[in-house]
């Protein structure tokens, strides 16, 4: 028994992690792989690692640990061609989310050809470089494709929807054509057209994504002609090397239509040989557990190669970006346990050539042990040299048992073909009999499959349009919060806008509001100083009012003295006589005319103080006068 082994290789960045600057989570160091979380705050601690057969470092091509496809191929594709030339069946498939990197470790592109090319030339090689005339070989190729759970040739168009059967012994495609090839050239040819007729579509995450899984497989038969017998020893190998589909998820890829269809049978096929790996990495440890492998036509066909008779090669092809950490740590975790896995490989040869096998194998122990024997016991001398006699001896009685079991087993086989016959036809009734039942069970399968995919398919467009209109809603929010963020940015230009001319508006008032003061100031300092000459106005009106009084006052007594002199004066000419002969009459008369002269024109003067002054004497002048009439 041999467990399955794995190697994991990481790719480079591709155009579309390019351009979403992504970083590299992924470490090598020896056949360990580590992860490391790209949303921890700690790095360190997040580390997760798996330990593997291989782990293959090709991210950066000047890096000195960058592994290329002769890495790959010395390590890996060696080991098939030394398991098929020894008769063992061999299985390698590549397994990983679309995108990683699968068919191009498988298949290669242009002249970097990948693992299914290289071993082809290499067999073609090694058979060319045969010098032994009793080994012939024969090479015959099938390739097969696996689309939403359909077996279709790749090499026969009309191959369309075959059937998968489950013998006893074995699992085989029914009508599955199988092409004989002679050189390299006719199996390039082969695989080249095998390889254009292979459904593929372009996604978000892969331009020329499979949508199918493929299976390219070659029977290497060796036929050695035996010298003794003339019978012809056989021994076959068949090398299934599997393309296996990218594990996606739709809203990464944004698959729709048809292309989600596919997606979800990828993925459903994928998923069941996640569970297939995972019961027989269970059944080792945990003792019988039933292994899934009818629940899908990709596990059915790999029967062989996981638990069964095949030494088998898994390849996981990782991103490294840290946008596809959780595709990458699932697919990690699918190759830890597929390590797990054990099968039961056997060399596939004949009874015949079994038998004579097992005596070369005996005759030579037996030859070793006496060269060993006559070395040690110096019996015949020659320093352990074997007498040439006794090993022309030893050789006959081999040689004779060799025969006799020939001729006893040619014997045994007459006697037990009548009963093999009759067995076979018994056998051949029941098998057509559980044929039939089988194939009923098989159709209500497939209709209860059928059902299944169909409910699996209506989840499946149910969550993708849950997602769709959650990735919908997601736009529109982050458009809203797009168009919102542009809102709040127009109204704080506003806003800084209007604060900038409000902060004018304020400077201006505030300036005018200065000036107002200033204005209101020398407007207050002005009425002040008009204040203070209307007061100054006002005290000398009122001093000049004063004085006018006075002045009035002193008129009216002046006045009253006038009009007492006018009426002393016109007192009775008794008097005339008498003030003519006191004053003489010429001084008195021209007295009394000045007087009425002075009188009317005090009278027609206005109330102004200043023309009394020239009019009217003062009262010290007066009073002479009035004494004098007196």
């Not at 006002?538 to 006045?559: I, T």
């Amino acid at each position: 028994m041999a467990n399955v082994r794995v190697a994991v290789r990481v790719r480079p960045f591709n155009s579309r992690e390019k351009e979403m600057n992504a970083k590299c989570v992924i470490k090598m160091s020896g056949n360990s792989t580590a992860i490391y979380d790209p949303n921890a705050s700690n790095k360190e601690a997040s580390k997760r690692i798996f330990a593997y057969d291989y782990s293959y470092w090709s991210f950066d091509p000047k890096d000195s640990h960058f592994a290329n496809q002769d890495v790959v191929f010395n390590d890996l594709g060696l080991d098939v061609l030394k398991n098929a030339w020894e008769g063992y069946n061999v299985s390698m498939f590549a397994y990983g989310q679309t995108g990683a990197g699968k068919s191009y470790s498988m298949l290669g592109y242009g002249e970097d050809k990948g693992i299914i090319p290289r071993v082809c030339e290499e067999l073609f090689n090694r058979i060319n470089n045969n010098t032994n005339p009793l080994m012939s070989y024969k090479v015959e190729v099938s390739f097969l494709e696996i689309y939403n759970e359909q077996c279709n040739d790749l090499l026969n168009k009309k191959g369309t929807n075959l059937k998968v059967k489950t013998p006893p012994k074995g699992v085989y495609v029914e009508g599955l054509s199988t092409v004989v090839v002679t050189n390299l050239a006719a199996l390039e040819k082969v695989m080249e057209d095998g390889t254009a007729s292979r459904t593929v579509a372009a996604t978000k995450m892969n331009a020329t994504s499979s949508r199918s899984h493929a299976i390219f497989t070659v029977i290497f038969t060796q036929n050695e002609k035996d010298e003794l017998t003339g019978k012809v020893l056989q021994k076959a190998s068949k090398i299934n090397l599997v393309d296996l589909a990218g594990s996606e998820r739709a809203a990464s890829t944004g698959a729709s239509g048809a292309t989600l269809k596919e997606g979800a049978q990828i993925n459903l096929s994928l998923s069941t040989l996640g569970r297939v790996i995972s019961a027989l990495a269970e059944g080792d440890t945990k003792g019988k557990v039933i292994v899934p492998y009818r629940d899908s036509v990709l596990t059915l066909i790999l029967k062989e190669s996981l638990g069964g008779n095949a030494k088998t090669i898994m390849i996981a092809a990782i991103s490294p970006a840290d946008v596809n950490f959780d595709e990458t740590l699932g697919t990690l975790r699918y190759a830890e346990r597929a390590k797990m896995i054990k099968n039961k490989a056997i060399i596939n040869e004949d009874p015949n050539t079994k038998m004579v096998r097992e005596l070369r194998e005996e005759i030579a122990k037996l030859k070793a042990q006496l060269g060993t024997g006559g070395g040690a016991g110096g019996a015949g001398g020659g320093g352990g040299r074997i007498d040439p006699e006794k090993e022309k001896q030893i050789n006959e009685e081999m040689e004779k048992k060799l025969k006799d079991a020939r001729e006893q087993f040619d014997k045994e086989k007459a006697a037990t073909s009548d009963l093999l016959s009759k067995q076979k036809q018994d056998f051949e009734e029941k098998m057509k009999e559980l044929e039939v039942k089988m194939e009923k069970e098989r159709a209500d399968m497939e209709e209860t499959k059928k059902k299944v995919e169909e409910e699996f398919v209506q989840k499946q467009q149910a969550q993708e349009q849950a997602q769709q209109a959650k990735q919908e809603y997601e736009d529109k929010m982050k458009e809203l919060q797009i168009k919102m963020e542009r809102e709040r940015m127009e109204v704080e230009e506003a806003k800084k806008k209007m604060e900038e001319e409000f902060a004018q508006k304020q400077a201006a008032k505030e300036q005018e509001l200065v000036s107002r003061q200033k204005m209101f100031l020398e407007m207050k300092q002005r009425q002040e100083e008009k204040a203070v000459i209307m007061a100054e106005e006002r005290r000398q009106e009122q001093d000049r009012r004063d004085k006018l009084q006075q002045d009035m006052v002193r008129a009216m007594v002046m006045l009253s003295e006038a009009n007492s002199i006018t009426e002393e004066i016109q007192r009775p000419i008794k008097y005339h006589l008498k003030l003519n002969v006191c004053f003489g009459e010429g001084s008195v008369t021209d007295r009394l005319k000045q007087t009425e002269v002075k009188i009317e024109a005090l009278k027609q003067l206005p109330l102004n103080p200043h023309p009394l002054r020239e009019v009217l004497r003062p009262r010290n002048q007066a009073r002479p006068l009035l004494l004098k009439i007196k």
